[in-house]
């Protein structure tokens, strides 16, 4: 079971429309990278965009999406012309990276967030942008697990009042299964649909409440 926030068929698209916003509204429009990303975050934009809004993944251009964030958030600016440039930034590197993040993980923008900001992804730039962007998923995995310590999976159970061997006798997954996934060594967001479908039937929650994202 591998759940993505969109079609991969939009992701080369969307990577560089976040890539361009965040290079617009920094170089172009001169706000700070984290300012604008906060407004970015509390705008429909973002929600749009991590819900695989076609509109907003495909549809839009960067400097499109700089605007409509603007405007979300209330502020009157001289509007710039429209500018992309072939030489990417590492503004552009920060956007493009931190789309495929959030399409490959399924998670919300304001989750990774809480864990990344924009300006840690720009200290990062210089080691990781000629790297395969799975370099990239793995430095934030490890944050995002130093960050979120405990698991849904083990949170859910722990309300349920259930010992991992209990939910593994009703549940009928594997204690050993239940186990990897509480210490993250084995990702749920990757096993069967199945095995997720029963553990939440005996938790008394749905499948994605199980999920990573």
């Given at each position: 079971?591998?759940?993505?926030?969109?079609?991969?068929?939009?992701?080369?698209?969307?990577?560089?429309?976040?890539?361009?916003?965040?290079?617009?509204?920094?170089?172009?429009?001169?706000?700070?990278?984290?300012?604008?990303?906060?407004?970015?975050?509390?705008?429909?934009?973002?929600?749009?965009?991590?819900?695989?809004?076609?509109?907003?993944?495909?549809?839009?251009?960067?400097?499109?999406?700089?605007?409509e964030v603007i405007?979300?958030?209330?502020?009157?600016?001289?509007?710039?012309?429209?500018?992309?440039?072939?030489?990417?930034?590492?503004?552009?590197?920060?956007?493009?990276?931190?789309?495929?993040?959030?399409?490959?993980?399924?998670?919300?923008?304001?989750?990774?967030?809480?864990?990344?900001?924009?300006?840690?992804?720009?200290?990062?730039?210089?080691?990781?942008?000629?790297?395969?962007?799975?370099?990239?998923?793995?430095?934030?995995?490890?944050?995002?697990?130093?960050?979120?310590?405990?698991?849904?999976?083990?949170?859910?159970?722990?309300?349920?009042?259930?010992?991992?061997?209990?939910?593994?006798?009703?549940?009928?997954?594997?204690?050993?299964?239940?186990?990897?996934?509480?210490?993250?060594?084995?990702?749920?967001?990757?096993?069967?649909?199945?095995?997720?479908?029963?553990?939440?039937k005996v938790l008394?929650?749905?499948?994605?409440?199980?999920?990573?994202?």
């Amino acid at each position: 079971m591998e759940m993505h926030a969109y079609s991969e068929d939009y992701l080369l698209t969307a990577q560089r429309i976040l890539g361009d916003m965040l290079d617009y509204a920094v170089n172009e429009y001169e706000f700070d990278p984290d300012e604008f990303y906060k407004m970015f975050l509390v705008s429909d934009v973002s929600r749009q965009f991590q819900e695989g809004n076609p509109t907003y993944i495909a549809g839009k251009n960067g400097c499109e999406m700089v605007k409509e964030v603007i405007r979300s958030a209330g502020l009157i600016m001289e509007e710039i012309p429209d500018e992309m440039y072939l030489d990417k930034s590492p503004e552009y590197w920060a956007g493009w990276a931190l789309a495929y993040y959030q399409w490959y993980t399924a998670r919300p923008f304001m989750k990774i967030y809480k864990v990344v900001t924009i300006e840690d992804l720009l200290k990062m730039y210089s080691v990781y942008h000629e790297m395969d962007i799975m370099k990239f998923v793995e430095a934030i995995n490890e944050k995002w697990d130093q960050y979120y310590t405990e698991t849904n999976l083990k949170r859910l159970r722990k309300i349920a009042g259930l010992s991992q061997r209990e939910l593994a006798d009703l549940s009928g997954v594997a204690l050993r299964q239940i186990q990897l996934f509480e210490q993250k060594k084995r990702n749920i967001n990757h096993t069967r649909a199945i095995d997720v479908l029963k553990i939440g039937k005996v938790l008394g929650c749905k499948s994605e409440d199980l999920l990573e994202i």
